[in-house]
């Protein structure tokens, strides 16, 4: 596999439900993730997207095909493995609810790395933290963090392990378009200037065009891969898919 | 609205598994308290109905204090809780015994069938077929002097009544037991030692006799060893009179009240004696025997309220979670216009019908338990014919309180289901909980005055002992003397246990914080979060510790007790016997003379003392008359046997100079102190000249008149012309004379009482335990005021001499006293251990109070971290998405179920450990002299607790881990 490809999926297919009641979220994809690269899978609802990110970070079984990441195969993982895979390979930033209520914001920061049972580089979560902007807010709990605080110390958590690739689903659904633009500032931020790679999930336009590269799903389909598109062309683009489909979504 | 509910139900049976556990085991201690209760005052009435069915009692008409047997059990175990109820007598009161000549005056009287005195012979030991003695677990052998029409209810069916000392008749259990018929030969152990014996009958009786072994003597050799165990001649407790008004059934009431009337007509009034209607008897016994027993009850229902009490937090708990997870669904509800009342019936439903099944199966289990219960003592040679079913009203208390608890469980997520506004049920937010501190104060303010009334307590009991003031305060002075010493204890131990249940809460952050340390460290990242998710809900914490806390509690204040007691016991032996050896008859009879002689006649025995005790002795005169167990001992006792524990005066001096020994308890009741002159009234039974000549003037009369008439018979015989008859009458003549002239001169001699009075002086008071209560002086003394009629070797104290074996002579102890049968020859450790082995059956007990609570304690751990595990279904799947692994998962609930258990077990030792120490002190002169806690006992308590915790928390962490990572995560 070439170095330049983080994360790959071949001849993925995903089917939930039983024989009278087929859904065909996956069909046959094939897709290579860039690495220091930060790409956005958009698509409408039940496009396939979230099933796509789930299969790509071991959260999901695919129902064939591989997906490989860093090399490994994730599909063919058993529980031990994938938690191996999580703690050195992924990160995660989810929609919501993803801090520990009961830890400071320093500590769930450092929590996957004391999970993993790795030494803390505190010059590095110094540098993390500074870029997030969080100096003043470490031993505040998430309670009392607004939203956009706590997507940053989500965000910083994610990087804070240096994982092979972080995957982020749907990081602004919960937030106000100022809090957004400083989550994904910081997101983008951190592929320019720490080489990170990044798959995001999302139907914001207006987020995707932080990414280095969008891929369109529809039916389970890749049906665009664009490359450093402006704000207009993923409109124009969904425009289209919108009028083929005529299910898209309003844009939010 | 209801139908919802009821599909509900359906939908969430799988979660109200764990509540309908809860509930029936709740409800079924109830029932079964009740059942169990209610099948014992069954059997006491059934046996009492059989036991003691005369129509007419004539007793004495004075009560008197107990002296004698008792108070004996209980000095000697050394423990206020004392387990004598299987003993306790079946009559309540005692009263002055009365003149058995009296049987003539009734037996006159118009409508009296019979009236007789029964003689009851206790300590029997029966040999059975295989040679060993019979023994059960449901008491004592005893022998009645039985014969035709002595004993209504009991019915020959097979052989006849015994007639003679060889001869026995077996109640049907005990030839069961031992395995005899009708013709076997075997021993009986009679208190002066055994004797060959055959079966000539056996006879059944309508109710079981909850594993006595009843023999029937020869009535003759009743009264003999009754007269002899009980010191008194010619006298007895009541005599049984069966009237015959309602032709050899049992009369009734009225009948019996018209007997007893004409009967006291008849008495003299000399006689100290009343007629009093068996009902009336039996109703008192009943009474009192109910009431012995009725400690049972209250234990079990201690335990049906813990169930209860987790029960209901567990249905709280399950409901929270139903709730939590269907509050969309009301919301959706409340939206098209439910009303909050409606919501709330919807959950109130389901709690109805978990509570209905829940108490369902609770009653049933109860019954079966009662049934076990039964069947097990039927098995350890104690059956109860007592009915076990439960009545009506059992059950529907059971039904009650089950479904009454669901409900309460129920209504405050019900409650919430109803009042949450719907938009904010759409959202998930989880209201942040009240603060804890007014309940920490609330709870602080009660344990401090619970400790207040403890010390009030032991400041009485200190007072008690010491004499004083309870405090500078007359008026609050008068109050503690009224109160006595058990209202502030049991109030105290009331104030402390609500209060630390309430105050609880408060301490989860602060205890979680200790008690994690260690798990924080070792594991730091699950230790740490699940140390700080204990503190989330605190009063949920709370509540599943305090399960365990109350069980605990009880369990080490028993435990403390139960080994101070042994300690106390213990204590004696290790600082006080000296002898190698003691022995002692297993009947708690007399030793007999032959197997004193063997044991002496033992190679290698350097001295032999016996302990005799004296029967019927007392004390001072007139109305200051008391009486106290008196013991004759050899002087050489405080040197040789037991090393005194001297209160005041020289105990060995006094005992060798014919001075009396006084145990402190003796002392403090009747306010004796060294140097004081007391008046010993003793008893002794002598041959009544008088009254032998006079039989045997009234014999020899008998047998002259019996051979007047059969002469008179013969002659006119002859006169007939019947030679033959003649003959025969002739031959029957010379058989009688010849029986005159071979007859025991003994039997002949009648015996009296005669009351003996000395002045001694107070030598010593001593304090040893085993003999608080007892007064000794030397034999010569002894001899004084008793005769070997009223004296018995209860026990032995054997040295060996000086270098010699001691294991080889132990058995050839054993060897010589082995013909005898009821003599147990033990070294210094046996002793202790029996002496200290009722406190072992109460740790046995303890240990199955243990079990149920620890076994309570894991459905309400369990159910707790169900819930909270379900309540952080998204949290736990993010921990995993960051790489978490499952073993950290599973450590992380571990941890968290551990620190509960430990945390309820920690206080309930606490509490527990306290009370027992405070009882200890307040009872300390009840033979609690030395405080022991058992610390490996609370050790390994400690340790089972976080076993406890760990296995509770297995089932909710595989939940936990069953839940796909995904579905945790996905936002929606």
Redesign the interface.
């Known amino acids: 596999m070439d170095d330049h490809v983080v994360a790959q999926a071949i001849d993925l297919t995903k089917v939930y439900g039983d024989a009278d009641n087929r859904v065909l979220a996956l069909d046959h994809v094939n897709v290579e993730f860039e690495r220091g690269q930060m790409t956005a899978i958009m698509g409408p609802s039940g496009s396939g997207k979230?099933t796509l990110m789930?299969c790509m970070a071991g959260?999901?079984q695919p129902t064939s095909g591989k997906v490989i990441v860093e090399g490994l195969e994730v599909s063919a993982m058993n529980?031990?493995q994938l938690?191996k895979l999580?703690?050195e390979q992924i990160?995660?930033i989810?929609?919501?609810?993803?801090?520990?209520?009961?830890?400071s914001a320093e500590?769930n920061i450092l929590?996957?790395l004391?999970?993993?049972?790795k030494p803390i580089d505190r010059a590095w979560f110094k540098q993390v933290v500074s870029v997030v902007g969080l100096e003043h807010r470490l031993k505040h709990r998430p309670s009392q963090l607004s939203g956009g605080q706590q997507q940053r110390v989500a965000c910083a958590?994610a990087m804070m392990?240096r994982p092979s690739v972080i995957f982020a689903?749907?990081p602004t659904?919960n937030l106000d378009s100022h809090s957004s633009r400083e989550v994904l500032g910081f997101l983008k931020q951190s592929v320019q200037q720490y080489g990170q790679s990044i798959v995001m999930v999302t139907h914001d336009p207006r987020a995707a065009s932080y990414a280095d590269r969008v891929l369109v799903l529809a039916d389970g389909n890749i049906t665009q891969d664009l490359r450093h598109p402006s704000y207009d062309r993923i409109l124009e683009v969904f425009a289209d898919e919108g009028n083929e489909d005529g299910d898209a979504e309003p844009n939010a | 609205m209801i139908r919802i509910g009821l599909r509900d139900a359906r939908a969430h049976f799988g979660r109200f598994v764990m509540s309908i556990i809860a509930i029936a085991l709740g409800v079924s201690f109830v029932v079964g308290s009740f059942c169990f209760r209610e099948m014992m005052n069954n059997q006491v009435d059934q046996m009492l109905a059989s036991n003691s069915d005369a129509d007419v009692y004539v007793r004495g008409d004075t009560e008197q204090k107990d002296d004698t047997s008792a108070s004996f059990a209980a000095s000697s175990s050394g423990s206020e809780s004392g387990s004598d109820s299987t003993q306790t007598s079946t009559e309540s009161k005692n009263y002055n015994r009365i003149d058995v000549s009296l049987v003539d005056t009734i037996g006159s009287v118009q409508g009296v069938d019979t009236a007789e005195a029964v003689y009851e012979v206790n300590g029997l030991v029966l040999v059975g077929k295989d040679g060993n003695a019979v023994s059960t677990m449901g008491g004592m052998t005893s022998g009645m002097g039985l014969s035709q029409g002595t004993w209504r209810s009991a019915t020959l069916t097979q052989g006849r009544w015994a007639k003679a000392k060889d001869e026995i008749t077996l109640h049907t259990f005990a030839a069961e037991t031992a395995g005899l018929n009708v013709g076997d030969t075997t021993k009986l152990v009679y208190p002066d030692g055994p004797a060959d014996v055959r079966v000539v009958g056996i006879f059944s009786t309508a109710s079981s006799q909850a594993g006595a072994i009843i023999i029937g003597l020869d009535p003759a050799t009743a009264k003999e060893y009754f007269q002899q165990q009980s010191g008194q001649i010619g006298t007895a407790r009541y005599l049984t009179v069966y009237g015959s008004a309602a032709q050899g059934q049992p009369l009734s009431v009225e009948q019996q009240q018209t007997l007893a009337d004409r009967i006291n007509k008849a008495l003299p009034a000399d006689a100290n004696a009343v007629a009093v209607t068996g009902q009336s008897v039996r109703d008192d016994n009943a009474a009192s025997t109910k009431k012995a027993l009725g400690f049972i009850q209250p234990l079990i229902l201690i335990f049906a309220i813990i169930a209860l009490f987790v029960g209901s937090f567990i249905i709280t708990n399950t409901f929270s979670m139903i709730v939590r997870e269907s509050m969309r669904g009301y919301a959706l509800l409340r939206s098209i216009g439910a009303s909050p009342v409606q919501v709330f019936v919807t959950v109130a439903v389901q709690a109805v019908l978990l509570g209905l099944v829940g108490s369902g199966i609770g009653i049933g289990l109860g019954w079966g338990m009662v049934k076990g219960i039964v069947a097990l003592m039927a098995r350890m040679g104690t059956p109860m014919t007592g009915a076990v079913n439960p009545s009506v009203s059992d059950m529907l208390v059971g039904l009650i309180v089950g479904v009454l608890v669901t409900l309460i469980g129920a209504s405050l997520p019900a409650r919430r289901a109803a009042m949450a506004p719907p938009i904010q049920a759409m959202n998930e937010t989880v209201n942040p909980e009240k603060p804890v501190w007014p309940r920490g104060i609330i709870g602080a303010i009660m344990m401090v005055l619970g400790v207040c009334a403890w010390a009030v307590c032991w400041r009485i009991a200190w007072v008690n002992t010491n004499g004083g003031e309870v405090s500078p305060w007359s008026r609050f002075n008068d109050l503690a003397t009224t109160l006595g010493t058990g209202w502030p204890l049991g109030i105290g131990a009331g104030l402390i246990v609500i209060g630390v249940i309430v105050l609880a809460p408060a301490l989860v952050t602060p205890t979680s914080a200790v008690l994690g340390w260690i798990p924080s460290h070792v594991f730091t990242v699950t230790g740490r979060l699940a140390t700080r998710n204990l503190s989330r809900s605190k009063r949920r914490t709370a509540n599943t510790a305090a399960a365990l806390f109350v069980g605990v509690a009880i369990v080490s204040c028993l435990g403390v007790i139960a080994s101070s007691a042994k300690a106390s016991v213990a204590g004696i032996v290790d600082s006080g016997l000296k002898s190698d050896f003691s022995a002692m008859s297993v009947s708690n009879g007399q030793i007999p003379d032959d197997a004193i002689e063997a044991i002496k006649n033992t190679e290698g025995i350097d001295t032999v003392s016996q302990s005799r005790m004296l029967m019927g002795v007392t004390y001072g005169s007139g109305d200051d008359e008391a009486s106290a167990m008196t013991f004759a001992e050899q002087p050489s006792l405080f040197t040789k046997v037991f090393a005194p524990v001297t209160n005041a005066g020289d105990a060995d001096k006094a005992l060798r100079d014919g001075e009396l020994v006084v145990g402190l308890e003796v002392a403090k009741d009747n306010g004796w102190k060294v140097g004081d002159e007391v008046r010993v009234n003793g008893r002794q039974v002598v041959v009544d000249e008088a009254a032998t000549a006079k039989a045997q003037a009234d014999y020899q009369a008998q047998v002259k008149g019996t051979i007047d008439n059969l002469t008179a018979q013969a002659q006119q015989l002859m006169a007939a012309g019947d030679m033959a008859g003649a003959q025969a009458k002739t031959k029957e003549i010379e058989k009688v004379s010849d029986d005159a002239k071979n007859v025991d001169p003994a039997t002949m001699v009648k015996t009296k009482n005669e009351t003996t009075h000395v002045t001694m002086k107070v030598g010593a008071i001593i304090e040893n335990s085993i003999y608080r209560s007892m007064v000794l002086m030397n034999d010569d003394a002894a001899n004084k005021i008793a005769n070997k009629y009223t004296m018995f070797t209860i026990m032995l104290f054997i040295n060996g001499k000086s270098g010699i074996d001691l294991d080889g002579l132990k058995t050839r102890l054993i060897d010589a006293v082995k013909p005898y049968y009821v003599v147990n020859v033990q070294n210094r450790d046996e002793f202790k251990s029996t002496m200290s082995s009722m406190v072992d059956q109460i740790l046995l007990v303890l240990y199955a109070l243990l079990a149920l609570s620890i076994v309570i304690a894991i459905f309400g751990i369990v159910n707790t971290l169900a819930l909270s595990v379900s309540e952080r279904t998204k949290e736990i799947g993010l921990l995993r998405a960051i790489g978490t692994s499952r073993a950290q998962i599973r450590g992380m609930l571990g941890i968290e179920a551990a620190i509960i258990a430990v945390f309820g077990t920690v206080l309930g030792m606490v509490v527990g450990v306290a009370a027992g120490v405070v009882i200890r002190a307040v009872y300390e002169a009840n033979g609690l002299s030395t405080l022991s806690i058992p610390w490996n006992q609370l050790a390994v308590f400690l340790a089972l607790s976080i076993l406890v915790g760990l296995i509770a928390s297995v089932s909710p962490a595989s939940r936990a881990l069953k839940q796909p990572v995904l579905d945790a995560v996905a936002s929606e």
């Open positions: 979230s789930h959260l999901d529980q031990r938690t999580r703690r990160g995660f989810f929609q919501s609810f993803n801090l520990v209520p009961t830890l500590e929590l996957p004391q999970i993993a049972k958590r392990a689903d749907e659904g």
